[in-house]
Nanobody, 126 residues
Framework: QVQLVESGGGLVQAGDSLRLSCTAS????????MGWFRQAPGKERQFVAA????????YYGEFVKGRFTISRDNARKTVYLQMNSMKPEDTAVYYC???????????????????WGQGTQVTVSS
């Protein structure tokens, strides 16, 4: 069982930045594709960003529009989501997820991910 622990959420104002972190318990972390998803109240879970096991390939949801950056440090077993120019509509619970297959079947669908963190709340005030 792979445990993922997110941190870094909080309350920020529109236009501010925030960096989320997600640390894995597994020594196989460097073989996982990693993703970030978010879910706002009353809405479906939404793909935010994903990164390949090596970090060479990244994907972003269309709404990101250059504001967010996903990165990873395999030595620290940690994936990051840097969020800049934040908007009130970014308010949601953010989840990180691990795809044990390394992204073999794609990166953007939540059903491809095998392990999920507990989520961290991000609130952006206007």
């Amino acid at each position: 069982q792979v445990q993922l622990v997110e941190s870094g959420g909080g309350l920020v104002q529109a236009g501010d930045s925030l960096r989320l972190s997600c640390t894995a318990s597994s020594s196989a972390f460097s073989t996982f594709a990693m993703g970030w998803f978010r879910q706002a109240p009353g809405k479906e879970r939404q793909f935010v960003a994903a990164i390949s096991w090596s970090g060479a390939i990244t994907y972003y949801g269309e709404f990101v529009k250059g504001r967010f950056t996903i990165s990873r440090d395999n030595a620290r077993k940690t994936v990051y989501l840097q969020m800049n120019s934040m908007k009130p509509e970014d308010t949601a619970v953010y989840y990180c997820a691990a795809d044990w297959s390394g992204g073999r079947n794609g990166y953007t669908a939540s059903q491809e991910y095998d392990s999920w963190g507990q989520g961290t709340q991000v609130t952006v005030s206007s």
